[in-house]
């Protein structure tokens, strides 16, 4: 409470208030939320209450994420939360060299790791969950969709059954129900209800070419200060970058083919306002939490509807207002008003700047949305200074 205090999170909500008595009790539980309603903070609370006397040097708790940038923000919201350090958290996931993992697991409490990176310091016996006490799995329906749910159940096999499982995740439909029946006992079924809980979020659907979509990226730079855009390909997402930057607007880049440096140095160049546009694959539509994220822009419709809730779900986080513009082709019209039917987001079409005069240059617009950007860059500053936050607001969730 003392952490959550100094961050002015001085209010629960829905999903918190739903999980944390019953968790706290020591009950398995599905937890289902919208992106960006406290999960982490909710599991985070369960995880450092109720291993409070446990030891370091084997981890008691784990947390399994789909992965690396989300398994280094869970790390940082636990450490948040642990304000007597108590515990060693630590995370480890691929991309990443083994050794300074393998030494901070020789002293960690909580480890928070992605399956396919856990798995192999297991076959290396590098780690031992003998001691696990508590598991969580954030983003269940994430792990199915990238195909981690075999590696999932093998860790699960490998973990005392007399232990605690929490599953957190927006959506709990399909092939994670297997691992719900198989691994944990009596869970109960707990889903957020209140309009409340749901984002603030305007879905936009611009019919636009694909020539003019960096122009019209560059005007919702100068409306809203900064904006992720979402792009289908790694290939793509580089290509748009350049365009977008060959008109003044600063970028940076994550997808796949990206080193984690590279993706960490693209991620605090966005939140420290030095980029205005964050180009990023479906990598990023569950892997990073940034706050205050007024814009997300699809410059290419998802191949899976649900990836259009991921994406969406960078904005309008912690009860701030987001708005979500999709970019599509007039052939594409039919195909994607049946995805969203699908979802239950309403579409109503409008006419992009495709063959018209724009309403001023890329670069005025630019100039124009300066005290936007300069006001985004202090309100992402970098980590050594906190935002101050709304009371209720989600820290770095």
């Given at each position: 409470?003392?952490?959550?205090?100094?961050?002015?999170?001085?209010?629960?909500?829905?999903?918190?208030?739903?999980?944390?008595?019953?968790?706290?009790?020591?009950?398995?539980?599905?937890?289902?939320?919208?992106?960006?309603?406290?999960?982490?903070?909710?599991?985070?609370?369960?995880?450092?209450?109720?291993?409070?006397?446990?030891?370091?040097?084997?981890?008691?708790?784990?947390?399994?994420?789909?992965?690396?940038?989300?398994?280094?923000?869970?790390?940082?919201?636990?450490?948040?939360?642990?304000?007597?350090?108590?515990?060693?958290?630590?995370?480890?996931?691929?991309?990443?060299?083994?050794?300074?993992?393998?030494?901070?697991?020789?002293?960690?409490?909580?480890?928070?790791?992605?399956?396919?990176?856990?798995?192999?310091?297991?076959?290396?016996?590098?780690?031992?969950?003998?001691?696990?006490?508590?598991?969580?799995?954030?983003?269940?329906?994430?792990?199915?969709?990238?195909?981690?749910?075999?590696?999932?159940?093998?860790?699960?096999?490998?973990?005392?059954?007399?232990?605690?499982?929490?599953?957190?995740?927006?959506?709990?439909?399909?092939?994670?129900?297997?691992?719900?029946?198989?691994?944990?006992?009596?869970?109960?079924?707990?889903?957020?209800?209140?309009?409340?809980?749901?984002?603030?979020?305007?879905?936009?659907?611009?019919?636009?070419?694909?020539?003019?979509?960096?122009?019209?990226?560059?005007?919702?730079?100068?409306?809203?200060?900064?904006?992720?855009?979402?792009?289908?390909?790694?290939?793509?997402?580089?290509?748009?970058?350049?365009?977008?930057?060959?008109?003044?607007?600063?970028c940076a880049v994550i997808h796949g083919n990206r080193s984690q440096a590279q993706r960490q140095n693209a991620l605090q160049?966005?939140?420290?306002?030095?980029?205005?546009?964050?180009?990023?694959?479906?990598?990023?539509?569950?892997?990073?939490?940034?706050?205050?994220?007024?814009?997300?822009?699809?410059?290419?419709?998802?191949?899976?509807?649900?990836?259009?809730?991921?994406?969406?779900?960078?904005?309008?986080?912690?009860?701030?207002?987001?708005?979500?513009?999709?970019?599509?082709?007039?052939?594409?019209?039919?195909?994607?008003?049946?995805?969203?039917?699908?979802?239950?987001?309403?579409?109503?079409?409008?006419?992009?700047?495709?063959?018209?005069?724009?309403?001023?240059?890329?670069?005025?617009?630019?100039?124009?949305?300066?005290?936007?950007?300069?006001?985004?860059?202090?309100?992402?500053?970098?980590?050594?200074?906190?935002?101050?936050?709304?009371?209720?607001?989600?820290?770095?969730?």
């Amino acid at each position: 409470m003392a952490s959550l205090a100094r961050r002015e999170i001085t209010a629960p909500t829905e999903i918190q208030t739903l999980t944390v008595p019953p968790g706290l009790s020591g009950r398995d539980i599905c937890g289902k939320a919208p992106t960006g309603s406290g999960k982490t903070i909710a599991f985070g609370l369960i995880l450092v209450e109720r291993l409070r006397n446990h030891a370091q040097g084997r981890p008691s708790g784990l947390v399994l994420v789909p992965t690396r940038e989300l398994a280094q923000q869970v790390q940082r919201e636990i450490h948040l939360l642990d304000v007597d350090r108590k515990y060693f958290t630590t995370s480890v996931f691929g991309g990443a060299g083994y050794g300074p993992q393998v030494q901070r697991l020789r002293r960690c409490s909580i480890v928070v790791a992605t399956p396919g990176r856990l798995e192999d310091l297991m076959k290396r016996r590098d780690i031992d969950l003998r001691d696990v006490r508590m598991v969580v799995i954030d983003e269940a329906d994430r792990m199915a969709d990238m195909g981690f749910l075999p590696s999932v159940k093998r860790i699960l096999d490998r973990v005392p059954r007399e232990r605690q499982m929490l599953l957190f995740s927006a959506t709990l439909d399909g092939a994670v129900g297997s691992i719900v029946k198989d691994y944990l006992s009596n869970p109960l079924q707990l889903a957020t209800k209140s309009a409340d809980a749901e984002p603030d979020i305007e879905h936009v659907f611009e019919v636009l070419m694909r020539a003019d979509r960096a122009a019209r990226v560059g005007e919702l730079v100068a409306e809203h200060g900064n904006v992720i855009a979402f792009c289908r390909t790694k290939h793509g997402s580089d290509r748009f970058a350049r365009q977008l930057e060959s008109l003044g607007v600063r970028c940076a880049v994550i997808h796949g083919n990206r080193s984690q440096a590279q993706r960490q140095n693209a991620l605090q160049d966005f939140r420290q306002g030095r980029a205005d546009v964050l180009v990023a694959t479906d990598v990023a539509a569950r892997g990073i939490h940034i706050d205050d994220v007024p814009c997300v822009v699809q410059c290419d419709p998802p191949d899976d509807p649900k990836d259009y809730v991921h994406r969406a779900g960078r904005t309008g986080r912690a009860g701030a207002r987001g708005v979500v513009v999709s970019f599509v082709e007039p052939s594409q019209k039919r195909s994607v008003q049946r995805d969203m039917r699908s979802i239950g987001v309403e579409v109503q079409w409008t006419e992009g700047s495709a063959g018209a005069p724009r309403r001023e240059p890329v670069a005025a617009a630019a100039a124009r949305g300066e005290a936007a950007r300069a006001t985004a860059g202090e309100r992402q500053n970098a980590d050594a200074t906190p935002t101050r936050r709304r009371p209720g607001e989600l820290g770095w969730l």
